[in-house]
């Protein structure tokens, strides 16, 4: 099991716009295959930025997800939004509890 955790900064005022396309996003998501669960967090301290956290069965089962329609209409609605690049990082489940 495999968990990404992208970081990105929003243009001011887009907040609302991004975040829409982004809960689209993920909902897409839970039909893929591999999906097991998502988080969209707003840190406390910087309303304009967003954290996404999405639990995977493997990276590529994340990276197939990406080629789906769903997933690029987004792209293209989220285009232009962010402030710059985003940053993701991989790390390997090895332990989890809810």
Known sequence: ???VITHVTLTQ???P???AAMRDRLESA?????WLGNQLLIPLEAPNERTVVGTWSTRAAWEAWHADDAFLETRERMEGLQ????A????EVVA???
Request: without cysteine; proline residues 4%; glycine residues 12%.
């Open 1 to 3: 099991m495999m968990t």
């Open 13 to 15: 005022g887009s907040e």
């Open 17 to 19: 716009e991004w975040d």
């Open 30 to 34: 839970t039909q893929r295959e591999g």
């Open 83 to 86: 402030e710059g690049p985003s």
């Open 88 to 91: 993701t990082s991989w790390y």
């Open 96 to 98: 989890e509890q809810h």
